[in-house]
């Protein structure tokens, strides 16, 4: 078996800097973790004086959780079906075509997500008001549209870019029209990357907040539930195991979306 070349090889300190790295992205999810368990309703005492499932019953009895919990599921249900809709159709349109205004129309596609979430809340809040709508659940949904419009767009563009023109030239010469080539021969190759473009955009808009405060008006995701209750100390253990839920929630999509779209033996996606 032959070695990996020299330059190829972590050194002891890349290792220890990476152990490092994960430590520190890592630890504060695993005390979250743990104290959802601590029997210890105030403080953070270490080590913890001892371990119960109380606070998960508490927490599953409160109806205001449950009723966070289905409206944040909702929207970000909504929100990805309509970035999966317009993202692939902007996809589509940019991916293959020059024209002048391109490269304008991709800054502005992926201006969402690159400025400051405050900037963008207060934005659509003035967008809102101007329109005279109340903030609600369908401006949640257009709030959380805007950012994960852009993960379904960049995703389906990467991989149509990918694709060689002369697929859809052979199915033109073949006899099939626009709808049969793109259901046929487009649809099968960009359908991981929908997926996972699906799944990061609802793993993105189930836990936003920034966005969510400007456009909710009287409605209360469960990230807002989770910014009321910083404010009342003895409920700390309750919020604790939400946020395990939460974590458990969005992990699966996350996981989902990072194995569609891992390189293969090839190097390419899957």
Known sequence: MRSRPRWNRASLGQKI??????????LPVWIIVLYAFT?????YQFPPPGFT??????????DDIWAAMRLSLMVASV?????????????????????RAKESITLLFVLPIALPGIITGLALLAGIRTVGLSPGFWTIVAGHATFCLVIVHNNVIARLRRLPPSWVEASMDLGADGWQTFRYVLLPQIATALLAGGMLAFALSFDEIIVTLFTAGHEQTLPIWFYSELFRPRERPITNVVAVIVILVTLGPILLAYY????????SGS
């Open 17 to 26: 800097a990476a152990v490092a790295g994960l430590v520190f992205l890592h």
């Open 53 to 62: 499932l109380h606070w998960f019953e508490a927490a599953f009895a409160r």
């Open 39 to 43: 029997t210890e309703d105030r403080t």
């Open 79 to 99: 929100a990805t079906l309509v970035a999966l809709v317009l993202g692939t159709l902007a996809a589509f349109a940019l991916a293959r075509r020059d024209f």
């Open 260 to 267: 569609l779209t891992r390189p293969d033996e090839h190097g």
